[in-house]
């Protein structure tokens, strides 16, 4: 599937409204664009009128311009509703005002161009394009982006038929072997809440995650454990047993700077570092929070904490998909969005596309006009696929957990070695070897031809007549295209590209005349030996 990532980011040190917004990643070269802009007054007016409107559990007053004059950011003719109205014509066309501006201020020129082409790409292909939004600035966090569109009568990205819309970080460790499951194993824990009856709504969420639809033979099996307000410890021990490829969470939740806090009960809160460690030891694909603010960062005096919000914490910590909550829902859209969701999931949907299927059906049931559809929050890895489970007719060439081997097996392995006199010598490690010029790289080259991030070497997993091969694989991603390495033909540039690596290769990164590396694979043996 083509995927087109974007990220935005606040520049420092040029004023508090300037915002770069750039392409991460293209399903075609010259697709890598970037602008600079600024933060528009009237956007800030119009997310003002959405938190009066729409804010459920409390205002985040968060704002990228504190220092904005006051506008009237709707038409002449539109009409405040009454207190407390939040259904009607205003709300709509303030849903869709909003959209609207967050549309306008991230697709312009190239940026959009770039998004029309991928789309094209993929549409030829008859696939739909995976959308990633990176919002690297706190206080943007918060905002819909879920609702940004086009035009008056056009869908919300995240409602579009075409299009798969979820958010992401590159900030983010590769991720490790995922096996393929053949049905849905979820743990549904049921944490402090004074609102909900525990035992009913037990019952309730068992229901609608493993109720059969009509025609069974379509649908993957899902077997559903439960655990109501658990200790810390008895839900470690649960996740444990490594049977879960979903943690489902129900219960009450607040924001706080290391990824909220769950309150399993209510003198045992559990944080988000604290729940990601269990996580991605025990191998959960997918966590969801039926709790308040699981997407929404945590704030002091109304300044934004970075990377603080629930879903950020957990995909950063390598769980592969998370899906939040970006204010409070009702129990009963919840419980609709639950059983779309899970069923879209059982019918071997990517989680991203499951998503979409169950926000359609919440706009179905409770109206454009209403903030239900526009509630979830899905974050996905950047190098996640986003399969959770596979149909049995397609197969299973996979091999188990434990055929995958570690650092200390016997397989080759890689290394990336100077050639210039006492030349340093890097083992590269399984996943993704990111090289650049910042202490950030795995591999630093502190050249000031070398990007920041200038390239990553990654392996792959193949089964070949029963035996496991790891294929090696260069991808650019410098400012300029400055990657080269040693052909038939002398030194050929390799431009926002994907070139598998052979032994004795060699590279350059930065200038053409600079420092000579080579690309080994050898016997572990051997490497232990390297100088590093």
Request: glycine share 6%; net charge negative; charged share 20%.
């Amino acid at each position: 599937m083509q995927s087109l990532n974007l990220a935005i980011a606040r520049l420092v040190n040029t004023g508090t409204d300037n915002f770069a917004i750039w392409v991460v990643k293209a399903p075609y070269p010259s697709g890598y664009v970037l602008r600079d802009c600024v933060w528009p007054v009237e956007l800030t007016q119009v997310w003002q009128e959405w938190q009066q409107m729409f804010a459920g559990h409390g205002r985040l007053d968060i704002s990228p311009n504190s220092t904005s004059q006051k506008v009237n950011p709707f038409p002449i003719d539109w009409i405040s509703p009454p207190s407390g109205q939040t259904t009607g014509p205003y709300s709509s066309r303030l849903m869709q005002h909003l959209g609207m501006n967050l549309w306008r201020w991230v697709f312009d020129e190239q940026i959009l161009g770039s998004l029309e082409r991928s789309h094209g790409m993929a549409m030829g292909e008859h696939t739909r394009l995976r959308f990633q939004l990176e919002i690297r600035d706190p206080d943007l966090i918060a905002f819909p982006w879920e609702i940004m569109q086009r035009k008056p009568g056009q869908s919300a990205m995240s409602l579009s038929q075409d299009l798969l819309f979820s958010r992401t970080t590159t900030e983010v460790d590769a991720l490790p072997y995922l096996r393929t499951d053949q049905a849905l194993s979820i743990l549904l824990v049921l944490g402090h809440d004074r609102k909900l009856q525990l035992e009913q709504e037990a019952a309730i969420l068992q229901q609608a995650l493993a109720e059969t639809p009509g025609n069974a033979q379509r649908y993957a099996p899902c077997v559903v454990n439960q655990l109501i307000q658990p200790t810390p410890q008895q839900l470690i021990d649960e996740l444990e047993t490594k049977e879960y490829n979903v943690f489902f969470y129900a219960g009450h939740g607040l924001p706080d700077p290391d990824g909220g806090l769950l309150f399993l009960r209510p003198d045992m809160p559990l944080n988000g570092i604290e729940l990601a460690q269990v996580l991605t030891r025990t191998g959960v694909k997918l966590a969801v929070f039926n709790a308040c603010w699981g997407a929404q960062p945590a704030a002091i005096n109304h300044q934004a904490i970075p990377a603080s919000s629930l879903a950020e914490v957990l995909i950063r910590h390598g769980v592969p998909a998370v899906l939040g909550m970006r204010d409070e829902i009702a129990d009963h859209e919840s419980h609709s969005f639950i059983q779309a969701f899970t069923e879209a999931l059982r019918s071997h949907k990517p989680i991203d596309e499951a998503v979409a299927q169950a926000r359609q059906e919440l706009l179905t049931l409770y109206k454009f006009n209403q903030p239900a559809w526009t509630l979830p929050v899905l974050y996905l890895h950047p190098d996640f696929n986003g399969e959770l489970i596979k149909n049995l007719d397609e197969g299973i060439t996979e091999l188990p957990d434990t055929a995958i081997p570690d650092v200390g097996s016997s397989l080759p392995t890689a290394s990336l070695r100077s050639l210039t006199p006492k030349g340093k010598t890097w083992l590269l490690r399984y996943g993704v070897t990111r090289i650049g010029r910042t202490k950030d790289n795995d591999i630093v080259i502190p050249e000031p031809s070398v990007s920041k991030r200038h390239a990553e070497i990654f392996c792959r997993n193949t089964l070949t007549d029963a035996t496991l091969m790891r294929t090696y694989y260069l991808q650019d991603f410098s400012t300029y295209g400055t990657t080269w390495f040693l052909g038939p033909n002398g030194w050929q540039q390799i431009l926002r590209e994907e070139v598998p690596l052979k032994s004795g290769m060699q590279l350059k990164f930065g200038s053409a005349r600079g420092e000579t590396w080579e690309f080994v694979i050898e016997d572990f043996s051997k490497a232990l030996d390297l100088n590093l």
